[in-house]
């Protein structure tokens, strides 16, 4: 439809979440109007964080280093683990200054419609963590959608049987909605009163 670098922008900005074609239009012919230098920050922040930041190797949070920030704090409480969808999770929880325990980021949910199974996501990790590192509780947070629901039931069978305390965090939360949209008090209290699992 355009010309070539134009068409190349709009159809790389048409392959991020959330934006549909015409929003990659609108997007791109503003980011042509912009000055040169404004444009070319946008360029070096997405070349800067690819360049630095990589995943924790243990809780596949993302971390500037073979380990998150949280990984290599001692004052976190180990054995308990709080498995959550992607890494804005992780910053939603904290916020909430409820919780003292440590991490695991699946980096997505289970979702059939996505294609999207327990081995696109980092299960094995968080079952290769367990013993190491003597987990006795694990809460699953994951967002209480269909997929977040799924993939908490299916943690929950896996993890049961291993003589575990799993949890999910309380309802309350709005259905339907992201972990990362709830206020910090309401998720603080759905951390809190949090349940056993029946599976
Ligand atoms: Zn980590």
Redesign the pocket.
Known sequence: MYAGPVQELIDQLGRLPGIGPKSAQRIAFYLLKLPREDALRLARAISEAKERVTF??????V?EGD??D???DPRREAGVLCVVEEPRDVVAIEKTQEYRG??HVLQGAISPIEGIGPDQLRVKELLARLEPEAVTEVILCTNPNIEGEATAMYLARLLKPLGLRVTRIASGLPVGGDLEYADELTLGRALEGRRELDT
């Open positions: 924790c190797r243990r809780c596949f949070n971390a380990e998150c949280l990984c290599g440590r991490y």
